[in-house]
């Protein structure tokens, strides 16, 4: 249903997701989005449920910014699968890797993308909305480093 174009702008969408956050460009991010009118909201467990585009924003920005989680962490997308719902939506799901690259080189984290919803706009493909499980081992490794750190 899409042609291979299509599916190479989705694949490159998500590496523009994850190389926008690891550079801390929250405009770069939020461009991986669709326009405010038309978001579906992204639910990352744990970490927050943005229900507006707003909302998102602030929370990359937060994400990005001084003392934020992401910041000396790489994110890497693995196992995309890009389902056709249409011409101009399909489901994607993808593993992320999150990875400590500031400190000590590791893999810190895992979780997968469920079913986020991509539909193809004037601007070309973009997020409408997204839902990320964050796998248990992170929160187990948290609580280790707090206890750690006393």
């Known amino acids: 249903m899409i042609s291979y174009e299509d599916q190479l702008e989705i694949r490159n969408l998500v590496a523009r997701y994850s190389i926008t956050t690891d550079n801390a460009d929250v405009d770069g991010f939020m461009n991986c989005w669709v326009e405010p009118e038309d978001y579906g909201g992204y639910d990352s467990g744990s970490f927050g449920n943005m229900k507006t585009w707003d909302e998102l924003r602030e929370f990359e920005a937060h994400h990005v910014g001084e003392g ?9 997308a693995t196992n995309l699968l890009i389902e056709p719902i249409s011409a101009t939506e399909v489901h994607l799901t993808h593993d992320l890797l999150v990875l400590e690259v500031a400190d000590e080189p590791r893999i810190i984290a895992t979780g997968r993308y469920d079913k986020s919803v991509v539909v193809k706009t004037a601007k070309g493909w973009r997020f409408k909305s997204r839902k990320l499980d ?5 929160f187990k490794l948290m609580k280790r480093i707090e206890a750690e750190a006393g």
Do not use: E, L
Not at 68 to 76: D, E, F, P
């Open 68 to 76: 934020g989680m992401a910041n000396g962490k790489r994110h890497q």
């Open 134 to 138: 964050v796998d248990a081992g992170f």
